[in-house]
């Protein structure tokens, strides 16, 4: 991906944020919302890890087969660099790369600038985590599933 080609999609990964954002979000939902994105992933056969917090406990958990524990390593650290940021973990990765430097929290080996994960809010709260781990064909894959999961369990399959 060139510099011109991150820009544009910086803009696409931060023009998601309503898609990110619940009237109200519980258990329930994080659990469902982990369910849609497993669907998807299925439907898609595609090697995943998923994990989906709500606060600090995990709500739902799924590995497909061909992953591995360290998917489960990279969704943690993914994870990590969503509530150290408060943004999703590609767009860490987006705006690291575009800057040309890491902050110096990303150096930790306890996160990751890589797409996968997402800040789940309810209003302005940072709530829940959603990460997913696995893809390697293209920068933005892991990002991109999540995302079609969370499309469909709003209804909205259809956008791109």
Request: glycine share 8%; aromatic share 6%; net charge negative.
């Amino acid at each position: 991906m060139d510099e011109e080609e991150r820009v544009r999609t910086l803009e696409k990964v931060r023009g998601e944020s309503a898609l990110l954002s619940f009237s109200a979000l519980d258990i329930t939902t994080a659990r469902k919302v982990g369910e849609s994105i497993a669907a998807h992933c299925d439907r898609e056969l595609l090697s995943v890890t998923i994990a989906v917090h709500f606060g600090q406990q995990r709500v739902f958990h799924f590995a497909f087969e061909g992953t591995s524990a360290e998917n489960d390593v990279w969704v943690e650290r993914k994870r990590n660099a969503v509530l150290k940021s408060g943004v999703s973990s590609f767009e860490v990765a987006l705006t690291t790369r575009l800057a040309g430097e890491n902050p110096a929290w990303l150096e930790s080996d306890q996160f990751a600038a890589a797409s996968g994960a997402v800040p789940l809010r309810s209003g302005d709260a940072l709530v829940g985590t959603v990460a997913l781990s696995g893809l390697t064909d293209a920068e933005e894959s892991d990002h991109e599933a999540v995302m079609r999961g969370i499309r469909a369990y709003r209804g909205l399959a259809g956008m791109a």
